[in-house]
Structures are given as structure tokens and as C-alpha cells.
């Protein structure tokens, strides 16, 4: 017999419901782990018939998720249609919206989200605190921006994983910039870079995560990230309650991750956000109540928001592909680590591998953060992705 459960707007909700997501990265594939504990079906609409969440969608549709047609093609029949990125069409979803499809995150804020410029100017709009910034047009003046060295350059639009960011601290580096519609933002002189994950349903009922610290690597992906993050109460409590702000003056429904700067002299500052689950959320799977892939399901079904206690410790480790590795993936040392307590594998179903690619994500769980802390350092050296 089907398992059916009845939500808060006492729709019935069971394997016949019809759940969709655009785009079909690892992603996807930690969602639908979630959602068949609740008797969910997932259907994915992806242009690679070899992504992550190809082989465990109810249903797989090959289809552009930037192109109109296909997009309102695989959403027309849905109940509710989510996102794993927010580059997608976003005037197929205002269609969808408007036939009657549930789109969360909602399509005027993904249309924010997608154009930094639009992100930063609604942060400026609704006093959200946020670096200072300038909109530039394609082929911007190189002279002009002299004197606004050192600055960060962002894409508006396209850019993920460290991609579409250059930084200029010297003239020369003028020679990097990117030719596209883009903005520049005060160097900011930060200490630490946080995140903080938070949900909202329908209702308008919030649940947020505790924050968490990042640390980068030289290609702007993160190495590891530390949870809970190494801050006062008082910075704790401002992140989240600017995580917070930030949702509801968006009103919208669905998971965000929310990345912040915390300044040397205390202030807090929004770098930007992300619409759906997000790397700086994996470790709830194992370290909160909660995780932020179930989290997003209750939130775009409208269920009660679960809780976000943390229940261990938790250190996450990005495992990606290595230099000079591109093809069929191995990983070396995957054995050595798996037999270590606390340890959780994460491979996200890619067979081929390249330098800096995504191909997975350790979280190591301890009592305490300083043990965590070791153990990560230990396993970042013991394994690696590399080709046969």
C-alpha cells in the first residue's frame, strides 16, 4: 500500500505526487535520498543522461533547463517544481506558476538570485547589510577602474564553484577582467567567511541552521567547513538573524544559503546566496537533526519545518578531482578512511573526473570539534581522485 500523509494545506501527498527538480547534479541525488523516506517520487530533467541523479529519479527527461519549451514541457504536469540551480528559464516558470504549478523557490526570487546585480541592488533596497558595489557593462573601461583597486569582479550571471570571480589587487590584473555585464565590489577585510542555512514554508514559518565557518582553497572551492563555527554568541546570533531578515524580505519559500563575511571590525556582511541546498549544508545529513535536503522538502510541501539542533560536531571535506587527473575516476585511499569512526563517504555518482570537479564530500562527525578537526586534516591527505 502507498504510504500517504496529509500536509498543512491538507493536500494528500504520496507517490502519486509529482515532484520535479531542474537539473540533475549531486544534488538532486541527495534530495530524492530524502524524499523516498517519505514515499516521494522525483522526476529530473537534466540535458546529461549521465548525471548524478539520472540512475535514482522515478523518472529522468533529457531537456535544457534554459530552454523555454522544455522547461514548461516537463513542469506542465507537476504538483510542485523545484530547483538545484538557479540558472534555469525563468520565463518557462512564470508560465508554470501561472498555469497552476507550485515553482519554490518562487520565480521572482530566483529571478534575483540568478543576476548578482539584482541581488546586490535588493540587498541595498531592503537595508540588508552587504559589501559596496557598482553594476558594469559588457567591455567595461579598464582605465576607469584604476582607481577603484583592489576590488572583486563577479559575472552577474553564470558564474558557480569559484567560476566568474576574478580579484584585482594590482594594475596588471586589469588583463583578467571579464568582458560580460558584471559587478564590482569593495575588497572587503574579512576574518572569517560564514554561512548559515535557513528554510521557510508557505505559512511563512523560518527554521535556521547554527552557523557554520568555511576555509577555502586557492580555486575558491571549499576545503573544509566547520560546524559550529568558531564565533561568539553575539556573532552567532546576528548571522542568523540577518539570515533570517534576508528570507523573509525575499518571502520566499524553500532553502537558502546564506554566505556572509564577518568583518575585522565585527560587522556582519552578505556576500551572496544560493536558492537550494548548498555545499555549506552537507553536513547536516550527519551532525543536525534535520538535514538541509529534507529541510527543502518540508519546506516547498509546506510541512512543519524540522529541528536544526546540531548532534555532533562536524567537519565537511569537499572531495574533488585532482591535478593533472582527467578521465575514469578512482579513489585512492577510500578504503584507509571508511574504517575510521565518524566517517561519512559522500561519492556523487560521476565516473569522470577532472582537476578541481566536485566528485564528492566527507563529513567526519566527533564529540568534540578539535577531534574532528585532526581526523579531516588526516583523511585530506589519505585520499585522493585520480584516473585508472
Not at 556573532?235 to 528570507?247: F, Y
Amino acid at each position: 500500500m502507498n504510504i500517504i500523509f496529509v500536509i498543512m494545506e491538507k493536500n494528500l501527498i504520496g507517490s502519486e505526487y509529482r515532484l520535479g527538480i531542474l537539473g540533475g547534479g549531486q544534488l538532486g541525488r541527495m534530495f530524492i535520498q530524502e524524499a523516498i523516506n517519505y514515499n516521494i517520487h522525483v522526476h529530473i530533467m537534466e540535458n546529461d543522461t549521465n548525471a548524478p541523479s539520472a540512475d535514482s529519479a522515478n523518472t529522468f527527461t533529457k531537456g535544457d533547463i534554459n530552454n523555454y519549451d522544455d522547461v514548461v514541457a516537463f513542469g506542465e504536469n507537476l504538483d510542485t517544481l523545484t530547483v538545484e540551480i538557479e540558472n534555469v528559464n525563468i520565463q518557462a516558470l512564470y508560465h508554470l506558476e501561472k498555469i497552476g504549478v507550485n515553482v519554490f523557490p518562487q520565480p521572482r526570487v530566483l529571478e534575483i538570485i540568478k543576476d548578482k546585480g539584482l541581488q546586490k541592488e535588493f540587498y541595498k533596497k531592503n537595508a540588508i547589510p552587504t559589501s559596496d558595489f557598482e553594476l558594469l557593462p559588457p567591455n567595461p573601461d579598464k582605465t576607469a577602474l584604476v582607481q577603484k583597486i583592489p576590488f572583486v569582479q563577479k559575472l552577474r550571471t553564470g558564474g558557480y564553484d569559484g567560476k566568474g570571480v576574478e580579484v584585482i589587487k594590482l594594475e596588471e590584473d586589469l588583463n583578467k577582467l571579464f568582458q560580460e555585464p558584471s559587478i564590482v565590489e569593495r575588497l572587503v577585510p574579512f576574518t572569517k567567511e560564514l554561512s548559515v542555512i535557513v528554510a521557510r514554508n508557505k505559512t511563512g514559518e523560518t527554521a535556521v541552521y547554527p552557523t557554520v565557518e568555511c576555509e577555502f582553497n586557492n580555486v575558491n572551492l571549499v576545503e573544509f567547513l566547520f560546524s559550529p563555527a568558531n564565533i561568539t554568541p553575539e556573532i552567532e546570533q546576528k548571522a542568523t538573524a540577518i539570515a533570517i531578515d534576508v528570507i523573509n524580505k525575499l518571502e520566499m519559500v524553500g532553502l537558502l544559503a546564506v554566505e556572509l563575511f564577518l568583518c575585522e571590525n565585527g560587522d556582519i556582511l552578505v556576500n551572496e546566496v544560493a536558492p537550494r541546498p548548498h555545499n555549506s549544508g552537507h553536513h547536516t545529513i550527519e551532525c543536525n537533526i534535520t538535514s538541509q535536503f529534507e529541510q527543502h522538502l518540508r519546506s516547498i510541501l509546506n510541512m512543519p519545518l524540522g529541528a536544526t539542533d546540531i548532534t555532533r560536531s562536524g567537519v565537511m571535506l569537499n572531495l574533488i578531482g585532482s591535478e593533472g587527473h582527467h578521465g575514469k575516476a578512482t579513489y585512492d585511499g577510500l578504503l584507509d578512511i571508511v574504517s575510521m569512526k565518524g566517517v561519512h563517504v559522500h561519492l556523487y555518482g560521476k565516473e569522470i573526473t577532472k582537476p578541481n570537479r566536485k566528485m564528492g564530500h566527507i563529513t567526519i562527525a566527533q564529540e568534540s570539534m578539535a577531534e574532528a578537526i585532526r581526523v579531516a586534516k588526516d583523511i585530506k591527505h589519505r585520499i585522493k581522485v585520480i584516473t585508472t
